[in-house]
């Protein structure tokens, strides 16, 4: 059975992905020895049993407060195949702060799920995703959470295996430094 976990900055709709990706098989939970609320629920991606995951809203793993503390143990307590980072894709730069210190301090897989997607294109912003994916060397998808847009293309189970894959031959400190060069070799190209 796969492992995901979803993260994210309170308040990016990480809440209705999870309910779109289970459906209605979930169990809320108090973490042990707190009041702090998880979801947690299964469904089958692609054929493959999937445990899913909702972790606690968090702005970064350095933890201000019970619930980013959650999270931060969560995150190590866990051992997820895969983490599906939920970002507002109106809040782009607060929601890549969380996912950079995902990857740096964990060799995780990792998705990023701009969630939100039709708000940020209704404000006028432009995310250039294939310039985002290249740099980032990771997938990117748009997703709009409230209608089920992207949602299929988030949980396809072939591209889930290629990240899993693809994270498993690299290690951490390879990625970030070729995330680095990526964004170094953006920021003369500009």
Not at 55 to 64: A, D, Y
Not at 87 to 106: C, P, Q, S
Not at 142 to 150: C, Q
């Amino acid at each position: 059975m796969f492992k995901i976990l979803l993260m994210g900055n309170p308040n990016v709709g990480k809440s209705v992905v999870f309910s779109r990706l289970t459906g209605a098989n979930v169990v809320v939970s108090n973490y042990p020895g707190t009041t702090v609320d998880y979801t947690k629920g299964y469904t089958k991606i692609g054929g493959e049993e999937v445990e899913v995951i909702d972790v606690p809203g968090t702005f970064s793993l350095e933890p201000k407060d019970v619930a980013e503390e959650i999270a931060l143990r969560m995150l190590k307590e866990e051992k997820p195949d895969l983490i599906i980072d939920v970002i507002d894709a109106t809040k782009l730069e607060r929601g890549l702060y969380l996912a950079f210190e995902i990857m740096e301090k964990f060799n995780y897989p990792l998705i990023i799920d701009l969630n939100m997607w039709d708000i940020a294109v209704g404000k006028g912003i432009e995310i250039d995703l294939k310039k985002l994916r290249e740099i980032l060397g990771i997938p990117v998808i748009p997703t709009v959470a409230i209608s089920g847009e992207g949602i299929k293309e988030l949980a396809d189970m072939e591209r889930i295996k290629k990240v899993i894959m693809a994270k498993e031959k690299k290690s951490m400190n390879e990625h970030l430094r070729e995330i680095l060069r990526r964004i170094k070799e953006g920021v003369k190209d500009a």
